[in-house]
C-alpha cells in the first residue's frame, strides 16, 4: 500500500482564523504535518470579533492553554451571556444566558412548568431561575460547575477579549509547537493543470511555499477559495439585510459587565463588548434603510466613554461558500462565509471549522465523499446559526421600515416549521449537532414576546401549590448563591489582571 499521507500544510493569511488552525492542527498533528503559515504585516484584519461561546474553552483546553494566562495576555474578561434591548419591543430587554435555566422534572423541561406557573401567576421572570443571569445582573462571577448540595448546573461562561492579541497569543502556542510562520505578500498561485488543485503559493520576492492541503484564512476576498478556484457564494441578504458595521473602541467608564449588551436601533442593532482597557463598540446596519453618516452618528450618540479610535466601518455580505472545501483547499473564517456577530457566533465557526477539519482529514487522494460529507456537515451548521439568528430580527414587534419588513418577511423553511411547533405546543426540539439548544431558543422566543398557546400535559403533575413550592426553591437557591460570588472586576483583578497596554494612555 502505498503512503498517500499528508506532510504539507499552508495556512494562507493570519488574524484569529489563522492562528487558531496552525494552534490547533500543530497541537494534534504537528508531529505529523510541517504547517506553514503565509501573512504579511502590509495586510490589515477585520479585528471585532472579541466576544464568545462557551465551546472556545474547549477549543483552548485541546491547545494546552492556561485559562488565566490567555485571559491576563488579551485583556480579556468573562461572558455570561448577552442582554438583548430593544429587540421585542422598544423599552423592554432580556438575556440569552449560557448555562441551566431550572431544573428539569419528570421527562420533561423546566420551561415547561414555568409556563404553567406564569399561566397560574406564581412564576416570576425567566431570567429569576438562571445561575447565570442572577450573576450577570448583580455583575458578579465565579468558576462554579455546580451550586453546591443541589442538581443545579454552576457558572457557564466564555470570555471577551482582543482577538488581535488573541491571534499573538496563538501564535506564541503555535510556534512552540512547531508551527512556522513565513512573513510576505501573495504574488500568484500555482495549480496542477490535470486536477486544478493549488499546488503553491508564491510570494512577491518570488519565493514558492508548495504544500499538498492549503487552508484560506485571507479573509473576506478570499484569495485561494474564491478568487484563485472560483467557488462561488451563498448570498442570504434578504432574510439578514444588514451589510454594514461600523466600529470604535472606547474608554471605560465602570467597572467591565459580565456580559455583552446587544442594542437594537431603528435600522440595526448595537453591540457593547467590555474588556479589561476597553471597550469595544459596534453598530450593524442595513444602508438599505440608513447611511453610513447616520448609521455613525447613532453609534456615537450611544456610546458609554469616550471613542479612542475613529469609527471605522466594515462592509460584508452575509453568507457562506458554496463549498468550504473545494479542490484541496479548505477555507475558514471570513474565506468560508460571514454571520454577523448577533450571537457571537463568528470565532465559533471557525473552531467548528477546524474541529470538522481534524474529524475529516484527508490524505493526497482527497477522497469526494469525505469532502462532499465535510461540506454537508459545514453548510448544515452554517444554515442552523442564521436561522437562529434570524429569529431576532423576526420577532420583533417594532414599526420602523427595517424591522416590519424583517418581521413580514418569508422564512426558511426549517425555521418556520420550529417556530410553528412552539406556537402550538410550547416544545422545541433540537435537530441533529445544531449548536443552539433549546434553552437558547426559548429564551430569545419568550424574551421577544412569542409565547406558545400551551405546555406539555406533564407538568400538570404538580398542584399549584407544589409547582409554587419547586419555583420558588429554585429560585431562592439562585439568588443565594449568585450573592455568594465575589464581583466581576474583584474575580479578574484577583486571578487574571492585565497590564494596561503600553503607549495607549488607557487604563483599565
Given at each position: ?47 471585532v ?17 492556561d ?29 440569552h ?11 420533561i ?12 401567576g406564581?412564576a416570576?421572570?425567566?431570567g ?10 448583580l ?12 442538581q ?20 506564541r ?8 510562520r ?13 486536477n ?26 478570499g ?11 451563498e ?67 450611544n456610546?458609554?466613554?469616550?471613542p ?52 475529516h ?93 400551551t ?54
Amino acid at each position: 500500500m502505498s503512503d498517500s499521507r499528508i506532510r504539507d500544510v499552508v495556512v494562507v493569511g493570519g488574524g484569529t482564523a489563522g492562528w487558531m488552525a496552525a494552534a490547533a492542527l500543530s497541537a494534534t498533528m504537528g508531529d505529523k504535518l510541517r504547517i506553514r503559515l503565509v501573512e504579511s504585516e502590509q495586510i490589515g484584519t477585520v479585528g471585532v470579533g472579541e466576544a464568545t461561546i462557551p465551546a472556545i474553552r474547549l477549543f483552548n483546553g485541546l491547545c494546552g492553554i492556561d485559562e488565566n494566562a490567555f485571559v491576563r495576555e488579551t485583556q480579556g474578561t468573562f461572558k455570561l451571556g448577552i442582554d438583548f434591548v430593544n429587540w421585542g419591543r422598544v423599552g423592554e430587554s432580556y438575556m440569552h444566558v449560557f448555562g441551566q435555566i431550572g431544573q428539569s422534572l419528570d421527562l420533561i423541561e423546566f420551561w415547561q412548568y414555568w409556563l404553567r406557573g406564569r399561566e397560574e401567576g406564581v412564576a416570576e421572570d425567566l431570567g429569576r431561575y438562571s445561575f447565570n443571569e442572577e450573576a450577570a445582573r448583580l455583575q458578579r462571577f465565579g468558576r462554579v460547575p455546580r451550586i453546591p448540595n443541589t442538581q443545579l448546573d454552576g457558572i457557564a461562561y466564555a470570555f471577551h477579549f482582543d482577538a488581535s492579541l488573541y491571534a499573538k497569543f496563538l501564535r506564541r502556542a503555535a510556534e512552540a509547537s512547531g508551527a512556522k510562520r513565513i512573513e510576505g505578500k501573495i504574488a500568484s498561485v500555482r495549480r496542477n493543470g490535470e486536477n486544478g488543485h493549488v499546488t503553491a503559493v508564491v510570494l512577491e520576492n518570488g519565493e514558492a511555499i508548495e504544500g499538498e492541503l492549503f487552508i484560506d484564512c485571507s479573509g473576506f476576498r478570499g484569495l485561494l477559495i474564491e478568487q484563485e478556484l472560483e467557488t462561488g457564494y451563498e448570498d442570504w441578504t434578504h432574510w439578514l439585510p444588514c451589510d454594514r458595521a461600523v466600529a470604535v473602541q472606547t474608554r471605560n467608564v465602570a467597572p467591565p459587565r459580565p456580559y455583552t449588551q446587544s442594542i437594537a436601533h431603528p435600522a440595526g442593532w448595537q453591540w457593547r463588548i467590555p474588556l479589561q482597557h476597553r471597550t469595544g463598540n459596534g453598530h450593524v446596519f442595513s444602508t438599505a434603510h440608513m447611511s453610513e453618516d447616520e448609521a455613525t452618528q447613532v453609534l456615537l450618540d450611544n456610546l458609554e466613554g469616550e471613542p479612542i479610535t475613529d469609527p471605522r466601518v466594515i462592509p460584508f455580505t452575509t453568507g457562506m461558500r458554496k463549498k468550504a472545501w473545494n479542490a484541496n483547499v479548505i477555507a475558514l473564517g471570513l474565506s468560508s462565509g460571514f454571520i454577523e456577530p448577533l450571537e457571537s457566533t463568528s470565532i465559533h465557526l471557525i473552531q467548528n471549522g477546524i474541529a470538522r477539519l481534524i474529524s475529516h482529514f484527508p490524505d493526497r487522494n482527497f477522497a469526494p465523499a469525505n469532502v462532499e460529507t465535510y461540506n454537508r456537515r459545514i453548510a448544515y451548521d452554517y444554515e442552523r446559526i442564521r436561522d437562529f439568528i434570524i429569529l431576532h430580527y423576526w420577532a420583533n414587534q417594532r414599526d420602523e421600515p427595517f424591522w416590519t419588513y424583517l418581521r413580514e418577511m418569508e422564512l426558511p423553511e426549517v425555521l418556520r416549521r420550529k417556530i410553528d411547533l412552539f406556537k402550538d405546543t410550547g416544545r422545541i426540539f433540537r435537530e441533529q449537532e445544531e449548536l443552539f439548544v433549546e434553552v437558547g431558543w426559548f429564551q430569545v422566543l419568550i424574551g421577544q414576546n412569542i409565547l406558545p398557546d400551551t405546555y406539555h400535559p406533564l407538568a400538570d403533575a404538580l398542584t399549584k401549590d407544589e409547582l409554587a413550592g419547586f419555583l420558588r426553591d429554585i429560585r431562592t437557591i439562585v439568588a443565594a448563591n449568585a450573592q455568594k460570588l465575589p464581583s466581576h472586576e474583584e474575580f479578574i483583578t484577583r486571578t487574571c489582571a492585565a497590564a494596561p497596554p503600553q503607549g495607549t494612555g488607557v487604563t483599565a
